[in-house]
């Protein structure tokens, strides 16, 4: 039987939106998919309710060891469902990217970085010229004054509050700030790539039927190896709830289980809080099966699990 929680949330196809970039560009590096574009990874956690693993250095707080951010590394299960849904493409960029630069792209990115800097310039200096405006009648009267002791005629002297500005403007355009480069998650220019295909093994494929199974239904599913089993599963999104079930994935169906085997898991699940959960291939209906399995502990020793 299925957890619980899944029967009370919204079916998969009911929470899907469409996507304005379909297919997502998952990159292949070290055999492992990566998503680099802070949008694409939004897309699949929000809407398509992939979560992956994030592995990298959050660009606000790069000296933060308790937070990751991008990229993303997504699984072989969560790979080969996208895949089939046709919302991803797994491309090899790794030839392009140990190569140098050609003169083309050198120049692309410095005037992007250009761009970008000329950007950050705008704000500061209109929020400079704002506070100048508030003062303008001051200014002017003091340029006035100044050029009177410096024995200019009363008659000659024209001063307007345009050019004063202009002259201001000028003088801040040609003054050094200090700014913040950006420093793209994704790689900002176009390289060649190559499309790759995505081969499981026996095992493996095993697996992504659970994990299929389990998406179909709804909530959130993460690799469990960090609590000792094959999936975790969750009510929403993982960044606000905690798992609420632990689900082993039984590669052989037809071979008894074994008592120690059980009782280790359903001990385990008691010691996090979980519920737990067995999983495994029926071929009568060539479907998935789950069995939810409780500790009941040493209340009645003659009474087996």
């Given at each position: 039987?299925?957890?619980?929680?899944?029967?009370?949330l919204a079916?998969?196809?009911?929470?899907?939106?469409?996507?304005?970039?379909?297919?997502?560009?998952?990159?292949?590096?070290?055999?492992?998919?990566?998503?680099?574009?802070?949008?694409?990874?939004?897309?699949?956690?929000?809407?398509?309710?992939?979560?992956?693993?994030?592995?990298?250095?959050?660009?606000?707080?790069?000296?933060?060891?308790?937070?990751?951010?991008?990229?993303?590394?997504l699984s072989?299960?969560?790979?080969?469902?996208?895949?089939?849904?046709?919302?991803?493409?797994?491309?090899?960029?790794?030839?392009?990217?140990?190569?140098?630069?050609?003169?083309?792209?050198?120049?692309?990115?410095?005037?992007?970085?250009?761009?970008?800097?000329?950007?950050?310039?705008?704000?500061?200096?209109?929020?400079?010229?704002?506070?100048?405006?508030?003062?303008?009648?001051?200014?002017?009267?003091?340029?006035?004054?100044?050029?009177?002791?410096?024995?200019?005629?009363?008659?000659?002297?024209?001063?307007?509050?345009?050019?004063?500005?202009?002259?201001?403007?000028?003088?801040?355009?040609?003054?050094?700030?200090?700014?913040?480069l950006?420093?793209?998650?994704?790689?900002?220019?176009e390289?060649?790539?190559?499309?790759?295909?995505l081969?499981?093994s026996?095992?493996e494929?095993?697996?992504?039927?659970?994990f299929?199974?389990?998406?179909?239904?709804?909530?959130?599913?993460?690799?469990?190896?960090a609590?000792?089993c094959?999936?975790?599963?969750?009510?929403?999104?993982?960044?606000?709830?905690h798992?609420?079930?632990?689900?082993?994935v039984?590669?052989?169906?037809?071979?008894?289980?074994?008592?120690?085997?059980?009782?280790?898991?359903?001990?385990?699940?008691?010691?996090?809080?979980?519920?737990?959960?067995?999983?495994?291939?029926d071929?009568?209906?060539?479907?998935?099966?789950?069995?939810?399995?409780?500790?009941?502990?040493?209340?009645?020793?003659?009474?087996?699990?």
């Open positions: 039987m299925l957890p619980v929680f899944l029967k009370y079916p998969a196809g009911t929470r899907e939106m469409a996507c304005k970039k379909v297919p997502i560009v998952v990159n292949i590096q070290q055999r492992r998919g990566l998503i680099y574009d802070a949008e694409d990874y939004f897309t699949l956690r929000g809407v398509y309710r992939i979560v992956g693993n994030l592995i990298g250095i959050p660009v606000s707080h790069p000296r933060n060891v308790n937070q990751q951010g991008l990229p993303a590394v072989c299960y969560e790979l080969k469902l996208l895949l089939e849904k046709n919302l991803v493409r797994l491309v090899d960029k790794n030839a392009a990217f140990m190569t140098a630069p050609n003169d083309s792209q050198t120049e692309r990115y410095l005037n992007m970085t250009q761009q970008q800097k000329e950007e950050l310039r705008k704000p500061v200096i209109e929020k400079r010229l704002e506070s100048f405006r508030k003062h303008l009648p001051r200014i002017i009267e003091g340029k006035r004054q100044k050029l009177i002791k410096s024995g200019h005629d009363l008659k000659g002297i024209y001063i307007t509050p345009e050019r004063v500005l202009q002259d201001e403007r000028d003088r801040l355009a040609k003054e050094p700030f200090d700014i913040l950006q420093l793209p998650t994704k790689h900002p220019l390289v060649d790539s190559s499309f790759l295909p081969h499981l026996a095992e494929t095993l697996k992504f039927r659970v299929k199974a389990l998406w179909n239904e709804g909530g959130y599913i993460t690799v469990g190896d609590f000792g094959d999936f975790l599963l969750y009510p929403d999104d993982p960044l606000y709830f798992a609420s079930h632990m689900v082993h039984l590669k052989d169906k037809a071979r008894r289980l074994d008592v120690k085997y059980l009782i280790r898991i359903c001990r385990l699940a008691i010691v996090v809080n979980k519920l737990c959960v067995i999983a495994y291939l071929d009568r209906c060539d479907g998935v099966v789950f069995e939810t399995v409780e500790w009941e502990g040493n209340a009645n020793k003659s009474d087996s699990i």
